[in-house]
T-cell receptor, first 112, second 114 residues
Framework: DSGVTQTPKHLITATGQRVTLRCSPR?????VYWYQQSLDQGLQFLIQ???????AKGNILERFSAQQFPDLHSELNLSSLELGDSALYFC???????????FGPGTRLTVL | AQSVTQLGSHVSVSEGALVLLRCNYS??????LFWYVQYPNQGLQLLLK??????LVKGINGFEAEFKKSETSFHLTKPSAHMSDAAEYFC????????????FGGGTRLMVKP
């Protein structure tokens, strides 16, 4: 158990819908990262937050957004969902100055 | 920008045999390198990391990796495979100016035959 929690574990929804994925980092970790794992694209970095502020952006679609709240949990919002958005979404966390990231168990999103 | 190439999307070894999973990276600045393992229906677990200290890095579960700058490689090895090693393995790199974001290779699925 990495100490990073993600909810829900599974999510099934329809095209055009909007969903929110939630992540709680390890106690004391200020950075949160979101990654997408799909068969087509592999593991891709989406976005990083540090202590509530956006720190880095990767291959994140405009239909996707994220935020980190004062209690350091983070949410990834996916809207206008398409079939191709079906994937595993991982959250990871790290302490401020460490490159070592701890991954949560992931949320499996299925868009029908 | 950095990139990672893992040679061989599938590797099959017999139980007790040497495990060798290959990783080559590209980075214009000194990188940090990582190996992660993913068991079915689970998240990624860090096996080991290179952060510019010793070039031979020992990790969990008997795995180790050697950083070779001249070959831009960071291959993962284990002297004797166990059935429990069957999983997918990912090599990853992070480096300035992208900061802590990880760039992953395509992954190698390790199969262990009895």
């Amino acid at each position: 158990d990495s100490g990073v929690t993600q909810t829900p574990k599974h999510l099934i929804t329809a095209t055009g819908q909007r969903v929110t994925l939630r992540c709680s980092p390890r106690s004391g970790d200020l950075s949160v990262y979101w990654y997408q794992q799909s068969l087509d694209q592999g593991l891709q970095f989406l976005i990083q937050y540090y202590n509530g502020e956006e720190r880095a952006k990767g291959n994140i679609l405009e239909r996707f957004s994220a935020q980190q709240f004062p209690d350091l949990h983070s949410e990834l919002n996916l809207s206008s969902l398409e079939l191709g958005d079906s994937a595993l979404y991982f959250c990871a966390s790290s302490v401020a100055t460490s490159n070592e990231q701890f991954f949560g168990p992931g949320t499996r999103l299925t868009v029908l | 920008a950095q990139s990672v190439t893992q040679l061989g999307s599938h590797v099959s070894v017999s139980e007790g045999a040497l495990v060798l999973l290959r990783c080559n990276y590209s980075s214009s600045v000194p990188p940090y390198l990582f190996w992660y393992v993913q068991y079915p229906n689970q998240g990624l677990q860090l096996l080991l990391k290179y952060t510019s200290a010793a070039t031979l890095v020992k990790g969990i579960n008997g795995f180790e990796a050697e950083f070779k700058k001249s070959e831009t490689s960071f291959h993962l090895t284990k002297p004797s495979a166990h059935m429990s090693d069957a999983a997918e393995y990912f090599c990853a790199v992070s480096a300035p100016p992208t900061g802590n974001m990880l760039t992953f290779g395509g992954g190698t699925r390790l199969m262990v035959k009895p």
